[in-house]
């Protein structure tokens, strides 16, 4: 079973305005913590927001905030205001818990999501 | 501060040729990792060291091989490509494991095994 679903391969959004990516994620780990990478067609990885299983708030980052429904498993990605340079392709990944110094670190990605923003 | 560093960017293999990909980090991390993200896929874990003098295997380990040459450096092997080796592969650094781990990401290696 996958640890982590994107069930949008491709999402579409006008300028300036807000678009939601989703993210479920599979696991029995009490303790986990949920990422979000940018990677734009120049290929790179960029960090964009970050959530603790444990965070009672959802996690937010200028434009960027994260939707987290533990009940649910989700955690769904929000940007606001979208901007020309937000097209990309964005990843959902999650970090399970375990001893530190082994699993602690390891991240399992979601297939992506591109995501095109129109003037 | 480079962050990541990773060489080669680009690199073109016969079938059987061997490589290694080398990646360096200045940030004074513990743990370091290996992934390769085949095209339109996520990224999958190869490799990974969580300290200096460690190094286990994630997801996909087969036909790879693993250094931790030191804190700052962690190399990836190819013994003998094959075309399904052919990936970009990411290399990526974390601090001391704690509850929050950003991985800090390397630009990439885009490999190609003919």
């Known amino acids: 079973a996958q640890k982590i679903t994107q069930t949008q391969p491709g999402m579409f959004v006008q300028e300036k305005e807000a678009v939601t990516l989703d993210c479920t994620y599979d696991?029995?780990?009490?303790?986990?913590?949920l990422f979000w990478y940018k990677q734009p067609s120049s290929g790179e990885m960029i960090f964009l927001i970050y959530q603790g299983s444990y965070d009672e708030q959802n996690a937010t980052e200028g434009r960027y905030s994260l939707n987290f429904q533990k009940a649910r498993k989700s955690a769904n990605l929000v940007i606001s205001a979208s901007q020309l340079g937000d097209s990309a392709m964005y990843f959902c990944a999650m970090r399970e818990g375990g001893s530190p110094g082994t699993s602690y670190g390891k991240l399992t990605f979601g297939q992506g999501t591109i995501l095109t923003v129109h003037p | 501060n480079a962050g990541v560093t990773q060489t080669p960017k680009f690199q073109v293999l016969k079938t059987g040729q061997s490589m290694t990909l080398q990646c360096a980090q200045d940030m004074n991390h513990n743990s370091m990792y290996w992934y390769r993200q085949d095209p339109g896929m996520g990224l999958r874990l190869i490799y990974y060291s969580a300290s200096e003098g460690t190094t286990d295997k994630g997801e996909v380990p087969n036909g790879y091989n693993v250094s931790r040459l030191n804190k700052r450096e962690f190399s990836l092997r190819l013994e003998s490509a094959a075309p399904s080796q052919t990936s970009v592969y990411f290399c990526?650094?974390?601090?001391?494991?704690?509850?929050?781990?950003?991985?800090?990401f390397g630009p990439g290696t885009r490999l190609t095994v003919l």
């Open positions: 696991t029995s780990d009490q303790s986990y913590g």
């Open positions: 990526a650094s974390s601090p001391v494991p704690g509850d929050y781990n950003e991985q800090f």
